[in-house]
């Protein structure tokens, strides 16, 4: 598992979803996650310690979780499967450490607001990470031996589907990357 950092929520201009941009740390690798819209200002309403004046739904798990005397370890986003990301929600219970499925998008509403670690499974960033080039603003094209080598992992069905990633990736104006620190 990597450590990884939420960088960035971005909004597609081919077709207004939203885009969680997931960092690793200590790399530029990136990992794009489209979410749905609450989801997406569930995430960045925490993020910029924005007030509301009521609970939204991941505080109100969250408050739950603690009032339960349990805590969230870390999150992970564990599976890429049929061009859907699958996480899970590691708590630490009176019990033990328990592990709940979850949408990658919930697991991240709530790590931010438990500032838990965020990880990723090696496995999902080898089929849908992208590195960036040093200045971090364009994507690093593999070679075509190392291409070849990435994609016997993935069928020609996986692959199809993860070409809308490529395309939203040139899509993108990355040198808000370039500025950030690392």
Known sequence: MKEMTIDSIRVSLMNYQRVVILKE?????????????????????????????????????????????SSIGFVVVSELHNDTFHAAISLNTSKGQIEIDCRPSDALALAVRAKAPIYVEETVLDKAGITLDEEGDKPVINNKEEGKKKQGNLDEQEMKGLSAYKEFINTLDLEDFKKRPS
Do not use: C, M
Not at 36 to 54: F, M
């Open 25 to 69: 740390q200590d790399s530029n690798r990136i990992l794009p996650i489209w979410i749905g819209a609450s989801e997406a200002d569930a995430i960045a309403v925490k993020l910029q310690e924005v007030e509301v004046a009521r609970p939204l739904t991941h505080d109100l798990l969250y408050s739950t979780i603690s009032t339960l005397n």
